[in-house]
């Protein structure tokens, strides 16, 4: 059967209440027990546990819309979230409630997935898995508790929509933050090809049919001027080895390509906190301020011993809040696509000065560059120590030809799920048997890397090398669990952690 009958197959014979049927699909490590759905009491009672009775109401609405964007230099047409990308910040205090109206106005169905939350199973956004898909021209109401301070997102959970228009941030903010800040700035990286010439289903057409070299017709673009010539081999990173399957014609900051940045302003000598979104879809990004060191508070929304650095290399669903003390001048932030030609740029401003040109070389760049995997937890948001209840493998696997991505050489949705159960430890370790990296993304957990505690839910698993991570399940559900590569995603990496009863 094809990606796509199993999928629509999936979604005819689950409606909510058939989920348990899910685990049916699997022909071996079947589990046990019956499966804890996105309607089970356990959700709503998880809901009700981390509802705070003084919350506010916090209300919102996203439009998913086809629209035409200026990119800086470049107009596409494309889809988004209202008329920008990114699409509007939400924010809220963490306790508060959310409540966003979603009205799909796009051709296609979809649905708003909140990225790195541990909110109520049934809000999660997964189509197939914890909601029906929203058709094209339906509504939908999200609402659901917002637990823990940070940095976060939200987009699609369909298809490899991410890779158009369609993400916003979405701050969670702490009442009791110590804001030892003169001011934030929100910076959003994204790879673009939508409205080039292609869209990302027809270069995920074009992946899957194999043999086609994702470079190659590049060449004919608009913007491509770094004379990128070869084919996969030049994709590789020192840090990251396979670092993507696909050439963007764009790499942007904040929707602005470097021909036309925007510009970041402040007063020199204030100390200001920079949170980094990751909003590519096949692009890991290293960042760096020109002339500065950043020193780096947060991962993924939780906080981590800061430490400084000249750069931070961020995966595709990672995020990172840093702070830098600027000097007076205009300065680069340069985000550069690891791994192969092209960055992203926006203009740092405290003073008055030349803007820094479109292919700026920044040495911090070159200088030392931190990985999210080496950050140890602040004390505060350690997990405590306590003994392994149940231990899940999940051994990534895949090749490009045919273009196939696996968990335990299964692809979604023909695979095992990871049963657990309400209430233990669990340790899941990624084994990463390809020359590829995958940022792993766990749902509705944030996870601890058992080598410094880190607080984590997207962590980059490096070509053949296995990473070990910890979690309490303490919030009932079915949570999609996959590579944060949406291509790779797509095509097949991605398991369900699934809590059973009953087994
Ligand atoms: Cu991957």
Redesign the pocket.
Known sequence: MSEISRRAALRGATGLAGLAALGGLASCSRPTGTAVGPANDAVAAAEAARRNPGGRLVTARLTPQPVTLDLGGRTVNTWAYGDTAPGPLLRLDAGDVLRVDVDNQLPAATSVHWHGLALRNDMDGVPGLTQDPIAAGEKFRYEFTAPDPGTYFYHPHSGVQLDRGLYGVLVVDDPDEPGRYDAEWIVVLDDWVDGTGRTPDEVLAELQAGGHDPMGDMQDMEGMDHGSMGGMEAMQSPLLGGAGDISYPHYLINGRSPTDPGTLSAKPGERVRVRFVNAGSDTAFRVAVGGHRMTVTHSDGFPVVPVPTDALLIGMGERFDVTVTLAEGVFPLVASAEGKQGQGLAVIRTAAGRPPSPDVKLQELSGQVLLGTALSAAESVRLDQRPTDRNHDLV?GGHMAPYR?TINGRTFPDTDPLQLTQGERVRLRFVNHTM?F??MHVHGHTFALTKNGARKDTAIVRPMTTLDVDLDANNPGQWATH?H?IY?AETG?MTTLSYRTGG
Do not use: T
Request: glycine share 0%; with cysteine; net charge neutral.
């Open positions: 990534l991505w590829m995958h940022p590579c590569n790779h990496m």
